[in-house]
């Protein structure tokens, strides 16, 4: 997602044109900060805490892509306390730290020695307001007089400016209205919105426009709590709020997460390691997966992408799809309701095609980027056919396909008319303007698409995978186009299909590489380069079954594969390295899509290496979170995964990833039209021996399943069984 350099422009900040990319350097490359997201609201904490303007600043409480606050600083009588321990709770809503006092001489003219007073700070987010609890105990002999002081500024930086964006004229920042118990911070931006940060402290306390003071006497082994409440105003002031208590907001958020769209994923494995990596996927999907006007839709990833992102989104609803089609649905129904109608070349925008990326900060508001609607992938469309298809297999919603088929045809012409401009029978991309992304397949840094010599590819730009969608898409929609009576377009549908899986194999297979070349270029010369978007089109049955075992082969190899997972491309290219963000590291997602190419496969050891890589590397990372890539050195003995300094963590494809490797082991395919649920040569990789799963519906009815490894071979057994659902087990 992010562009690559050409020139710098701050010390932590490189410019491409009007893009930036986030330099790695040791204030970045601190993973040591808690984040809490809810809804279009998040906020990056130090350990304590603390919001600290350290670095290129990327710690905050954001809000709509506002930063409403740019620093906060607790202080206790003055000095920093000292970091017991700090925690986020598993299921991402409280953020927990342990803290005390340093040895300290008070103005009474005692000392308190350290460790007297204990202070536990507890803090979460609703959709618009960040909750700070402090409960402070003191544990000495004797009664103490102590203040605990809370210093903030709010910059209200757009988001593109806290990733390093210039602008040569910001709007105006309001003098702060400060009551007895409250501070409200306020900015007027160049969009003529007013934006407000409103602080309270629950009890008591001194203000003053920068900060809130409150003093506490407690009694020797005594105990005060209060609140500092923070919101977020958007298009108002705080004069009117009347907030909730902190036990019953968080009682709301609680409820919420609780009955949210992954309430009732139940899977349980023999494998602790494993259970505690699904564990923490589905909580970081149920924090990431937000309520729009368009339903249920997963924000791509914390801090930079927490938006809407087409390709992510869609990718994301691929992974749960088997088990929380809903995820799927309000995908669809978000990408065509953003649908493109129009040209616009300042937005890479043409009839039909698909949103790559939604903003709505004040820089989006008054175009000084163009991401406030931003089309520029080249994947999006095709990938939301496939979705709407294998949607419509997973669920049998046929009234739901007849509400955005419209949207399809107008998805299914960009593919043919504005994604094919050269009528050669591929799927191309070329930015229209210099403001655009360089390359828009989901590699999208602008050095990721080369020659075998390391030159950069010259565009119109074909990938290989992105050929792939196109051919799994036009297949799958055929068949909703058959039920809802289009007999002609599905067979016009699977003839282009079949056109395209002709063209495809002889144009783009290389017998030098053993798979298929990267991409063709614009005069159709291939870049002969081994990728692993090569890996992707697997998946989508367009190599046959020769090319898809010369593929596998190579995807297994160590120049390929680094133990954690397949590399982005092999080493000994021109361009290898794997400290980049394309060109030689480790994606997850990328991974859990190459692993999905074995689903109906006979041979799984292609998804079992995988899941047992990234088993082995949620086992290593921090809350076995797998981050949004790692860098791709090979993996030696005793020694831990390299970590991409700044990766967003967490991040939804990578989150959802493991559950689309356990279905390509599984072989888990279902089909509600004939209610049925197929199992393709099941396999569990040898730190497995078991796997259940609870409720997993079909139609009107649900199964429970459980799997067990027998030597080479999975037995699936049926636990329950409602409804007239058929298991069909393929050995």
């Not at 506490?216 to 108002?236: Q, R």
Request: proline share 4%.
């Amino acid at each position: 997602m992010l562009p690559s350099v050409q020139k710098e422009h701050h010390k932590d900040v490189i410019e491409v044109g009007h893009q930036f990319y986030i330099r790695a350097s040791s204030a970045l490359a601190d993973d040591r900060t808690r984040v809490l997201l809810n809804g279009d609201t998040f906020a990056v904490f130090d350990r304590s805490g603390d919001v600290q303007p350290v670095g290129f600043g990327q710690q905050g409480i954001f809000h709509d892509e506002t930063r409403h606050l740019s620093r906060l600083e607790m202080r206790f009588c003055g000095v920093r306390p000292l970091l017991l321990s700090s925690t986020v709770r598993e299921d991402n809503i409280l953020f927990a730290a342990d803290l005390t006092n340093p040895d300290l001489d008070l103005e009474s003219g005692s000392l308190l020695a350290r460790g007297t007073v204990h202070i536990y700070r507890t803090k979460f987010l609703t959709e618009t307001v960040c909750y700070d609890q402090i409960t402070v105990n003191n544990y000495g002999e004797t009664a103490v007089d102590i203040e605990l002081s809370f210093e903030f500024d709010a910059d209200f930086a757009d988001i593109f400016e806290v990733r390093g964006q210039k602008r040569q004229r910001r709007g105006e920042k309001r003098p702060a209205k400060v009551t007895r118990n409250s501070v409200e911070l306020s900015y007027v931006g160049l969009d003529r919105i007013h934006r407000a940060t409103f602080i309270e402290s629950s009890i008591p306390c001194e203000t003053h426009d920068g900060g809130i003071t409150v003093p506490l006497h407690i009694e020797s082994h005594g105990e005060a709590s209060f609140t500092i409440n923070m919101a977020c105003i958007h298009g108002g002031d705080g004069q009117q709020l009347h907030l909730p208590t902190f036990n019953d907001a968080l009682q709301r958020v609680n409820q919420e997460r609780s009955t949210g769209p992954l309430a009732d994923l139940d899977i349980h494995t023999s494998n602790e390691q494993l259970n505690e990596w699904i564990r923490r996927s589905r909580a970081d999907l149920a924090m990431m997966i937000a309520q729009t006007p368009h339903g249920l839709y997963p924000y791509a990833g914390v801090p930079w992408f927490s938006t809407v992102f087409g390709r992510d989104g869609i990718i994301t609803a691929l992974e749960l799809l088997w088990l929380v089609p809903d995820v799927a649905k309000g995908v669809l129904t978000y990408l065509a309701a953003t649908q493109a109608t129009s040209h616009d070349p300042e937005r890479d925008a043409d009839p039909g095609k698909i949103l790559h990326e939604m903003r709505k900060g004040e820089m989006a508001n008054l175009r000084e980027v163009p991401f406030g609607r931003y089309y520029g992938t080249v994947d999006g469309t095709p990938l939301f056919v496939l979705l709407a298809a294998a949607y419509y297999e997973r669920t049998a919603d046929i009234d739901f396909l007849k509400e955005i088929w419209p949207n399809i045809l107008a998805a299914l012409e960009w593919i043919d008319v504005y994604g094919d401009s050269d009528h050669d029978g591929f799927v191309e991309y070329a930015r229209a303007t210099d403001h655009g992304l360089v390359q828009q397949g989901w590699k999208d840094s602008n050095d990721s698409v080369f020659y075998s010599d390391g030159r950069l590819a010259q565009g119109p730009i074909a990938l290989c995978e992105v050929q792939g969608y196109v051919y799994a898409a036009k297949n799958g929609i055929a068949s909703v186009a058959a039920d809802l009576g289009h007999k002609d377009l599905a067979d016009k549908l699977r003839t282009q299909a079949a056109d395209l899986r002709s063209k495809f194999q002889s144009q783009f297979w290389s017998d030098e590489l053993g798979m298929f070349a990267l991409a063709l270029d614009g005069e159709k010369k291939q870049c002969r380069v081994r990728s692993s978007n090569a890996g992707q089109t697997l998946f989508s049955g367009i190599a046959s079954d020769a090319q898809y075992r010369s593929i596998v082969g190579n995807l297994l190899s160590p120049a390929f594969f680094s133990g954690w997972g397949v590399r982005t491309i092999v080493t000994g290219e021109r361009r290898y390295n794997p400290m980049s963000y394309h060109n030689g590291s480790m994606w997850p997602h990328d991974n859990a899509l190459i692993a999905l190419g074995a689903l109906r496969r006979s041979d799984k050891d292609l998804a079992l290496r995988i899941t047992s890589g990234l088993l082995d590397l949620a086992s290593e990372v921090m809350f076995h979170r797998l981050p949004e890539l790692i860098c791709g050195f090979g993996r030696r003995p005793g020694k831990g995964p390299t970590l991409y300094p700044v990766a967003c963590s967490p991040q939804a494809w990578a989150a959802g990833s493991v559950f689309m490797v356990l279905q390509a082991c599984l072989g888990l395919e279902i089909k509600a039209n004939e209610s049925r649920l197929y199992m393709h040569h099941s396999a569990l990789p040898e730190k497995l021996q078991h796997v259940r799963i609870r409720n997993l519906r079909i139609g009107n009815g649900s199964v429970d399943l459980s799997c067990e490894r027998y030597a080479d071979t999975v037995s699936v057994n049926i636990l329950r069984r409602t409804g007239n659902v058929e298991i069909v087990a393929m050995r």
